[in-house]
């Protein structure tokens, strides 16, 4: 068509949006949804914030490769999920997902964890040269086969045992396939600017475009850094380096609680590392005092989900609590509980601070990204209290950053929520509302939309959206889901 005569097209139905916001679904810059998909291709609590992409494989884990010691890592995972499916590569993936469906558009990154682990294991050892040209091949098939860049999770293993010439390395090989390079850094908090001098510099050497994940100040000891690291971006931009972010709208994070063990208690693996949970707590205990240095840190540290039913009393509740619940110093309490849950332990961390927060979501080149799995209100993703970004993320930064705070404006927001994040990731005819480009909209009360997930209670749906089509499907019709399934996966 090439005039607006729409007069010959029958609608099967006509949605009306009199006073209503149209606009093109949201992009989802940060998630993790790769094993939850498989499990419930439903999304429910990503479709009804609109989302209708997802970015997955990030933090430098993602769906594929999974070989050898790396599949080994992730059965747990997946048995936690009933995920009875196997399979190494992404187009073994792809093809499994497409079979199962989903509500969502699904595009990855390749995780620098999935490769390292596939071809090195998880030992803290230099790698050979063998290692390392396995690791650019599967990197570069992981390209073919539709990854849109490499991914890095700095602080789990075995992305902590990498150092930066490494990176730059596989940066390369994804420079040369179009990709772009993300990274959960080294450091969010005492070593912060360090870790964003280190992006930088493997985006200077790799001449790439780098993406730094869920940018944050972690630690109130390092609130005081955001100037600074901001500064270092904005010379980065000038010197000509693609440089952006993205942010979730919360200031607590969440993670494994493992997370908050030293480096050398993951070498090896999983098994290793249980081992040492229970011979070597002396060790472990000195060196968690010496890298948190804040003995109130225990009462910002709430576990959020676990596997037993006998430790289910623990979701919910700070570290301390259960501390002093249960009648055992805390490190003890620690240590008990990732030896009793064989380390299926979530965990959320208050650490960030509401003033920097705004700043940065404020900055022109940051984007939303809720840093979740997809989960649905029943069925397998349906468990314990998983941080509220989960559910709550675009809806609470349209009500409160926008509407109520006035952080920023309705159309900042929402390009930081679709044309931009398309942008960066290379997803094509998607993002914008126009012709020739895919259905998938968002159709919203910029008056009403709010998030109701709260730490305790975070499967609320919020409110405000009344529909949301995806490849112009409706998987939510005047605010019900439709239990439609029409994601693709983009390659
Ligand atoms: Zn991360």
Redesign the pocket.
Known sequence: METGDLSHIRAEKVIDVQGLCVCPGFIDAHAHSEFTLLADGRAEAKVCQGITTEING??GLSAAPLLGAAMEQREKDLDELDIRERWNTFPEYFALLEGKRSSVNFVTLAGHGNIRASAAGYTDKPLSDTQKENMLELLSDAMKAGAKGLST?LIYPPGIYSGTPEIIELAREAKKHNGIYTT?MRSEGDMLLEAVDEVIAIADQAGIHVHI??LKTGGERNWNKLNDVFERIGAAHERGISLTCDRYPYIAAGTDLDAVLPSWAFEGGRSRELERLKNERQRLAEDISRKSGDPSGWERIMISSVNSDRNKWMEGKSLSAISSASGKPVMETLFDVLVEEELQVSAIFYSMNEDNLKLILKRPYVVIGS?SSSRSFDGPTAKGKPHPRGFGSFPRVLGRYVREEGTLDLGEALYKMTGLPAKIFGIQRRGTVAKGFFADLVIFDPEQIIDRAEFNDPFRRPEGIRHVLVNGVPVLLDGELTGALPGRVLK
Do not use: A, K, R, W
Request: charged fraction near 15%; glycine fraction near 14%; hydrophobic fraction near 0%.
């Open positions: 990030n933090c999770g959960h994940s869920h840093d």
